[in-house]
């Protein structure tokens, strides 16, 4: 499992979960966005709505809707399987257990690096885990670690 942490500092949140996103969904993935705050789901939700050019769209759900299994895209308060999603976005900055999905975004604001460290060094040695730290600078994402 790839296990990649993005310090969010330029960008609103919801333009890194596009930008993510759109590029899952370009390779044939679907995704799980998770936020325990339903205001900021529904951010998201209008920034995937918008990403796309107008000839496409990035289509999107709550993962407890009906239909959720048919949709690219859901956004939950807690991670969930309901669209056989094997990428994750952690779109609050909170680290939470992610099995089963081939790849988690832990997106965090500076405020909450100390946490994100905390996550960073409590799955230090797990078989199987690869991780990555992203950080932006002027305007682009650099991989750090």
Do not use: C
């Not at 991670?79 to 900055?93: E, F, K, T, V």
């Not at 604001?109 to 797990?126: E, N």
């Amino acid at each position: 499992m790839k296990l990649d942490f993005w310090q969010v500092t330029d960008d609103p949140v919801e333009k890194v979960v596009a930008l993510i996103a759109k590029r899952a969904v370009a390779q044939g993935e679907r995704v799980m966005v998770v936020a325990a705050d339903p205001d900021q789901r529904a951010a998201i939700a209008r920034a995937l709505w918008q990403a796309a050019p107008s000839d496409s769209f990035l289509a999107n759900g709550e993962a407890d809707a009906p239909g959720a299994d048919r949709q690219p895209i859901l956004l939950g308060s807690e991670p969930a399987h309901a669209n056989r999603a094997s990428h994750i976005i952690l779109a609050d900055g909170t680290f939470r257990e992610t099995e089963g999905f081939a790849r988690t975004f832990l997106l965090f604001p500076p405020d909450l690096a100390a946490a994100a460290r905390a996550a960073w060094r409590a799955v230090d040695g797990r078989e199987g885990l690869e991780r990555a730290y992203y950080a932006q600078e002027d305007g682009r994402w650099v991989k750090k670690g």
